[in-house]
């Protein structure tokens, strides 16, 4: 991993020049629960400017990064992540907690994230995301491997609302995804065992033999259905 990044930063530099300002590495990679199998590298990259002849000498760069299997860096300038801030509440809480800088000086010390629209982004993105977790039992064929698959590649994506959950209506902002997943259970009174099994799968400490893919799924739907009702009375009951 190392390796990778330090290529990135020096391929960066190489295109940008004095435009590149700021390459922040965020997600699973800094916060302990990256897994080479499942995680990407994700990267923040703020630049001088981000017009169409910026985005040109970035291509190569990008091009190289993706095929390492990576998603494209996110490019802001600083003014623009500023702006941005209000309306992306629940990933810049996350970047702006944990981080790490790869090259420039850290300015999320300084970095304020607007909190006004954060219970509503959280409340929208539980729902879109049920609705499409629906969507894609009900597209998917009934075998084993297309709806493990479902929940592969969803329980990043619910872990971290489930985090944010826990922080608009508790006050607590779990690191890991396994204290995300216990702390809805416990706020919600759901069952947390489905996330759970998927997570141990991830992380290789259980075998996809051990799982009862039908209960493991109409369980895991149950906690994303039980989590989103419940925020959503408790913030409109706020």
Not at 39 to 57: H, K
Not at 148 to 159: D, H
Not at 201 to 221: M, N, Q, V
Request: proline share 3%; hydrophobic share 40%.
């Amino acid at each position: 991993m190392e390796t990778k990044l330090a290529e990135l930063v020096r391929r960066l530099r190489d295109a940008l020049h004095d435009d590149l300002k700021a390459a922040v590495l965020y997600g699973s990679a800094v916060t302990g629960d990256f897994l080479s199998k499942y995680s990407d590298l994700n990267i923040l990259c703020i630049l001088e400017r981000s017009g169409y002849v910026e985005l040109e000498r970035l291509h190569p760069v990008v091009r190289w990064w993706t095929r390492q299997g990576h998603p494209a860096p996110l490019v802001f300038t600083y003014e623009e992540l500023n702006r941005s801030a209000d309306v992306f509440a629940i990933e810049l809480v996350d970047i702006k907690l944990h981080h790490r800088m790869l090259f420039g000086d850290d300015f999320f010390d300084q970095f304020e994230v607007p909190l006004r629209l954060h219970t509503l982004q959280l409340e929208r993105e539980l729902r879109t995301n049920w609705i499409r977790l629906r969507e894609s039992i009900l597209g998917a064929p009934p075998k084993r491997k297309a709806r493990l698959a479902i929940m592969l590649s969803s329980v990043s994506t619910f872990c971290t609302l489930f985090r944010h959950a826990l922080w608009a209506l508790e006050g607590q902002m779990p690191a890991t995804k396994r204290e995300a997943v216990d702390g809805v259970a416990t706020l919600t009174g759901g069952n947390p065992a489905a996330f759970r099994a998927i997570l141990e799968l991830r992380e290789g400490k259980r075998k996809t033999s051990r799982i009862d893919i039908e209960d493991t799924l109409r369980t895991y739907l149950e906690l994303v259905e039980v989590v989103t009702n419940e925020v959503d009375r408790r913030l409109e009951s706020q």
